[in-house]
Nanobody, 122 residues
Framework: QVQLVESGGGLVQAGGSLRLSCAAS????????MGWFCQAPGKDREGVAAISWSGGSTYYADSVKGRFTISRDNGKNTVYLRLNNLKAEDTGVYSC???????????????WGQGTQVTVSS
């Protein structure tokens, strides 16, 4: 049974930082592209960042470039998202997901975590 478990969310002031973690089990982690997605209140889920199976290639949404950093540790079956210089518009539920294809479309991801809430106060 595949499980993705996120942690590290919370309430932070604008300009602050958080580090999200997503621990995976039940799959061969190094075979999967990993993505982070955010669903803000009243909005569709959007891709924030993604990383290739090796960690050698990354993708960032324009809105987070230069502020967020995605990384992974295949030895620990964990993917991370460092969020710096947070803004109120970054508020939402952040979920990690796993895909076998090279895609940034949520529909291409097979496995999903439950998500962790990030709230940025202005």
């Amino acid at each position: 049974q595949v499980q993705l478990v996120e942690s590290g969310g919370g309430l932070v002031q604008a300009g602050g930082s958080l580090r999200l973690s997503c621990a995976a089990s039940g799959l061969t982690f190094s075979f999967y592209r990993m993505g982070w997605f955010c669903q803000a209140p009243g909005k569709d889920r959007e891709g924030v960042a993604a990383i290739s199976w090796s960690g050698g290639s990354t993708y960032y949404a324009d809105s987070v470039k230069g502020r967020f950093t995605i990384s992974r540790d295949n030895g620990k079956n964990t993917v991370y998202l460092r969020l710096n210089n947070l803004k109120a518009e970054d508020t939402g539920v952040y979920s990690c997901a796993a895909a076998r294809e090279v895609t940034n479309n949520p529909r291409g991801y097979h496995y999903w975590g439950q998500g962790t809430q990030v709230t940025v106060s202005s």
